[in-house]
């Protein structure tokens, strides 16, 4: 074993001691030092062991190895179940950010209820960000970087499917689809 | 939800609206959703629709309302295609199909997410974090200007617009320079300053004084006029020319 | 870097996530297997990190290097702007002192509150300087040399007069109007 440098010891023990993930800066400001390269000294070191360095939406953080759950699940109570509204409302406010309610709306078919986004926003994975300058001005809804962290994802390109979601053209709203539909049609 | 046409349940309570309750008639026809029939979805749907009126199930508008849409829609295929009728009953069908797959897509990627290796459920962070200390102390920013402006505008808002300026009688430094230059004109001989100031009350009387002096003095810069005193505070003495 | 055991991941990923130092027998419930060894093990590879694995009082636990707990604290300055009200308010002690809280509320036009002259105080800019000998012996603040040394002033006498204001149009009646709407709308 090859004896970690001063950097890197700074930067564990700041990442250990944190109670939410860091981005390169915040360490830094801790450290003092550039953290670029300790950062991924230490991802390399813990790749293979109990507790990984992981990197989600740029913020480090230390983690159970995932194979190790049935160890740690134990005696732990389930996050609260999220209902399927729930489920599917925040599937797509993360495959489309930002997204307004209406544009929410139109993809389920039926009203958000009024709890929905308020729990996803309760449990910190959704967050309001802006308004679309359109008529009425609506909010415009998006993703936190905690919601990126507890669902494990280094950034939004790393969702499930993203990229043949958006090859298929199934993140296009209907209206831009039929478009495509017609004119693939007319060639 | 892998109930088949058949095999619905006629719990109304079970489904997200009329779009949740046609995902999942699609997804019984075991067909990609791509290559679904549009046509035999509008026969399910309406299917369903008439068993749960038999039963006697209190329907919701939105129910009905997409059963009337779609019975319209259904008559609309099956006609035969007027280039004239707008819209286009296979563009509404098209449309239909587009809102499924998306809908069914959200609906996937959605499970998918949830069975990720979850941070509290799969993955844990540690538990019981040291903890990372931001002592901040301000550092207050706010300069000379801020200050002046503050003052003004506290002034401006409180202060009484109109103000009164007490009755004072003043004599400015160019009417004494004129003055003292016009009776140096016709002095020949030492004079005391005081000779020299205008009649009037007292408070003209002194600031005349302090005006003349402040003339004499420019004039004796100029070698206008000399200046005499004995000693300090003695009688000042005037006399024209250096 | 020779790989862990599945016993030393497993006992590291357990004491990682645990919110309170464990016994042996408590880690071993968990793991399944004798932890003794993997104890050791972890301790021995930690024993140059930026953690440490610590045994007190039968109990493991890691912890921060003590050498590194420097860095867990870190003093900043961070610039932030005097409110309006703080302004207003330092200006009027500057202007009127030795001034009572309830002079300042009357030249302001508007109540004080109790932070803003806080927040000057803890600035360094005005001090609490005597009472006044009236009824209810009210608290009069003054400003402080500190003040004078900030705005680079000789005394107190340095400060424009009303005339200067006018002149520099910090008096312009033309803004009057916009300004007390400004003020009511922000108490």
Same mark, same amino acid.
């Given at each position: 074993?090859?004896?970690?440098?001063?950097?890197?010891?700074?930067?564990?023990?700041?990442?250990? &001691?944190?109670?939410?993930?860091?981005?390169?800066?915040?360490?830094?400001? *801790?450290?003092?030092?550039d953290?670029?390269?300790?950062?991924?000294?230490l991802?390399a070191?813990?790749?293979?062991?109990?507790?990984?360095?992981?990197?989600r939406?740029?913020?480090?953080?230390?983690?159970? &190895?995932?194979d190790?759950? *049935?160890?740690?699940?134990?005696?732990?109570?389930e996050p609260r179940?999220?209902?399927?509204?729930?489920?599917e409302?925040?599937?797509?406010?993360?495959?489309?950010?930002?997204?307004?309610?209406?544009?929410?709306?139109?993809?389920?078919g039926?009203?958000?209820?009024?709890?929905?986004?308020?729990?996803?926003?309760?449990?910190?994975?959704?967050?309001?960000?802006?308004?679309?300058?359109?008529?009425?001005?609506?909010?415009?809804?998006?993703?936190?970087?905690?919601?990126?962290?507890?669902?494990?994802?280094?950034?939004?390109?790393?969702?499930?499917?993203?990229?043949?979601?958006?090859?298929?053209?199934?993140?296009?709203?209907?209206?831009?689809?039929?478009?495509?539909?017609?004119?693939r049609?007319?060639? | 939800?892998?109930?088949?046409?058949?095999?619905?349940?006629?719990? @109304?309570?079970?489904?997200?609206?009329?779009?949740?309750?046609?995902?999942?008639?699609?997804?019984?026809?075991?067909?990609?959703?791509?290559?679904?029939?549009?046509?035999?979805?509008?026969?399910?749907?309406?299917?369903?629709?008439?068993?749960?009126?038999?039963?006697?199930?209190?329907?919701?508008a939105?129910?009905?309302?997409?059963?009337?849409?779609?019975?319209?829609?259904?008559?609309a295929?099956?006609?035969?295609?007027?280039?004239?009728?707008?819209?286009?009953?296979?563009?509404?069908?098209?449309?239909?199909?587009?809102?499924?797959?998306r809908?069914?897509?959200?609906?996937?990627?959605g499970?998918r997410?949830?069975?990720?290796?979850?941070?509290?459920?799969d993955?844990?962070?540690?538990?019981?974090?040291?903890?990372l200390?931001n002592?901040?102390?301000?550092?207050?920013?706010?300069?000379?200007?801020?200050l002046?402006?503050a003052?003004?505008?506290?002034?401006a808002?409180?202060?009484?617009?109109? *103000?009164?300026v007490?009755?004072?009688?003043?004599?400015?430094?160019?009417?004494a320079?004129?003055?003292?230059?016009? @009776?140096?004109?016709?002095?020949?001989h030492?004079?005391?300053?005081e000779?020299?100031?205008?009649?009037?009350?007292?408070?003209?009387?002194?600031?005349?004084?302090?005006?003349?002096?402040?003339?004499?003095?420019?004039?004796?810069?100029?070698?206008?006029?000399?200046?005499?005193q004995?000693?300090?505070?003695?009688?000042?003495?005037?006399?024209?020319?250096?």
């Amino acid at each position: 074993m090859t004896s970690p440098g001063d950097a890197e010891r700074a930067v564990e023990a700041v990442l250990f &001691a944190a109670t939410e993930p860091m981005t390169a800066d915040a360490i830094r400001a *801790h450290v003092g030092v550039d953290v670029r390269a300790p950062l991924l000294a230490l991802a390399a070191h813990y790749a293979g062991r109990g507790v990984n360095l992981v990197c989600r939406g740029e913020r480090w953080h230390f983690q159970t &190895a995932p194979d190790l759950a *049935h160890l740690l699940r134990r005696d732990r109570e389930e996050p609260r179940r999220l209902s399927r509204a729930g489920v599917e409302t925040l599937a797509i406010v993360a495959y489309h950010e930002p997204v307004t309610r209406a544009e929410i709306e139109a993809i389920r078919g039926v009203a958000v209820a009024k709890g929905t986004l308020d729990v996803l926003m309760e449990a910190g994975w959704v967050r309001p960000a802006g308004r679309r300058e359109v008529p009425g001005r609506p909010l415009v809804y998006a993703t936190t970087p905690h919601f990126l962290a507890h669902f494990g994802l280094a950034s939004r390109r790393d969702l499930p499917g993203m990229e043949d979601l958006r090859a298929a053209g199934l993140l296009d709203p209907v209206d831009l689809a039929l478009e495509v539909e017609k004119t693939r049609e007319e060639d | 939800m892998a109930a088949t046409d058949d095999r619905l349940t006629l719990d @109304l309570d079970g489904w997200e609206g009329p779009l949740d309750l046609l995902l999942a008639l699609a997804r019984g026809q075991k067909v990609d959703l791509r290559a679904i029939s549009i046509l035999a979805l509008v026969e399910q749907y309406l299917g369903f629709m008439e068993r749960a009126r038999a039963l006697q199930l209190e329907l919701a508008a939105d129910y009905l309302v997409m059963a009337a849409w779609l019975a319209y829609l259904k008559s609309a295929l099956l006609l035969p295609r007027d280039p004239a009728v707008e819209p286009d009953p296979d563009e509404l069908a098209l449309r239909l199909q587009l809102r499924l797959e998306r809908l069914d897509a959200m609906r996937d990627t959605g499970a998918r997410l949830m069975a990720r290796d979850r941070l509290g459920r799969d993955v844990f962070a540690r538990g019981a974090p040291e903890g990372l200390h931001n002592v901040k102390t301000a550092a207050w920013q706010v300069g000379f200007f801020d200050l002046a402006t503050a003052y003004g505008r506290v002034a401006a808002r409180t202060r009484p617009v109109f *103000h009164v300026v007490a009755d004072r009688q003043v004599m400015t430094l160019e009417a004494a320079l004129e003055r003292l230059v016009a @009776l140096l004109g016709v002095q020949i001989h030492w004079q005391r300053i005081e000779r020299f100031l205008p009649d009037g009350t007292d408070g003209l009387r002194r600031s005349a004084l302090a005006s003349s002096f402040l003339a004499a003095l420019e004039l004796a810069r100029q070698g206008r006029v000399t200046l005499r005193q004995a000693e300090p505070f003695a009688p000042l003495y005037l006399k024209a020319g250096a």
